[in-house]
């Protein structure tokens, strides 16, 4: 079992988990964790044994320098971290590792008894999958949850996938089996950009957490660092005619299917989340006229 050390009593706390792997394309699922971890300043409180789980020989343990210069041997493992974040009036437990090579139920059986020993009450998963989307428009992200309150609340769907699945799905099929409400949130990463990192669709699922939070969460070099991936797709396709036509038939797709999307409603969200982000119209220090 995973032993909690030195952690605090938490408010009403709930988990935000993503795993390398099969669920984490372009790792833009596990840069969520890193981000959250960094900018949250949250602080690992337990970690995974990795001599159950995983196959050295699959995520070998990697040799470097620590902090302070001495060589170090780094094991693959699913570390447990917790944060205050000062926007959000509850705490939070982050869950960042690597998809297990055996013994997955046992994996995720372990997880969720530290989440519940750290009393948790809400379980959000993440995950990223390549997919038919043009890097030039927004980043789909994909919502489901396993309740039918939350779905309703939330504005969700319940999974209707038929298929091989990987940690994610079996993580929240765990927490049906233990009556945990689970919410999961996927970005499509563009397939012909599947090479790590994807700064636009970390970006995307940070902003689903804030909608879900109804909290700001500071967003760092991560909008810049997206537009310059975005300029970087464009350089490439443009060297190669072939890619260039497919984007934009990508484009032309995409665009003729969210034509119902350009509602008053939905511009009134985005201008909603913006206001939030800025501090409302209300706040002396928000942009206001001139």
Partial sequence: MIEIEDAPALVDPLVIAAFEGWNDAAEAASAVIDHLMDVWNARVVGAIDPEDFYDFQVNRPVVGPDANGFRKLTWPS??????????????????????PNMRWRQFCAELLAACDELGAELVVTLGALLADA????????????????????????ESTYEGPTGIVGVFQDACVRLDVPAVSYWAAVPHYVAQPPCPKATLALLGQLEELFECSIPLGDLPEDARAWERGVDELAEEDEDVADYVRSLEETRDTAEL???????????????LKRRGGPDDP??????
């Fill in 134 to 157: 043009p890097h030039t428009r927004p980043i789909p992200v994909t919502g489901t949850a396993t309740e039918p309150e939350l779905v309703d609340r939330l504005k969700l769907e």
């Fill in 78 to 99: 699913t570390q447990i971290a917790v944060a205050s974040p000062p926007d959000l009036d509850r705490d939070v437990i982050l869950i960042r590792g690597i998809e």
């Fill in 260 to 274: 119902p999307e350009a509602t008053g409603e939905a511009i009134a969200r985005e201008f909603e989340r913006y």
């Fill in 285 to 290: 220090g928000s942009a206001g006229p001139a």
